[in-house]
């Protein structure tokens, strides 16, 4: 499968610390939001993209595996990749990294399309296969 890879960089602040100064684990959900929305821009299939196309892309499935923690401060990375898939749906892989380079969390989104009514789409939308096309994944 072919994939396309973005990297983005979020700064740890103190309200996403536990009492043990710790990023609490639900943050990192919030966290792989915020890679997929640095693709998007960067790639131009961001939500208002999605969006402007009639269409919405609701989150199906996610997965996270944590490793090490984060901490208050740290510049952390998140490596956003789009998994290509003949369905009509984006798959997305991240690994987010601390200021060391360590693999802190791991996971997965996938997302549906679904039209102005909220019905899935059980083919890809054209905007997405020209997408597709545009950024070469086929």
Partial sequence: MKKITYTS???IRF?????LGIV???NYITYFEDGREAFGRSHGISYLDVKANGFATPIVKSS????LPLKYGDIATIET???DSPAAKMIF???IFNPEGKIVCMGETIQVFTD????LALTAPKFFEDWKRK???I
């Fill in 15 to 19: 309200n996403e610390t536990d009492p």
């Fill in 116 to 119: 102005d009514n909220g019905d």
């Fill in 64 to 67: 996270c595996e944590h490793k």
């Fill in 135 to 137: 950024v070469g994944l």
């Fill in 93 to 95: 892989t991240y690994k």
């Fill in 9 to 11: 960089e979020i700064r």
């Fill in 81 to 83: 990749t789009f998994v």
């Fill in 24 to 26: 609490w684990h639900g």
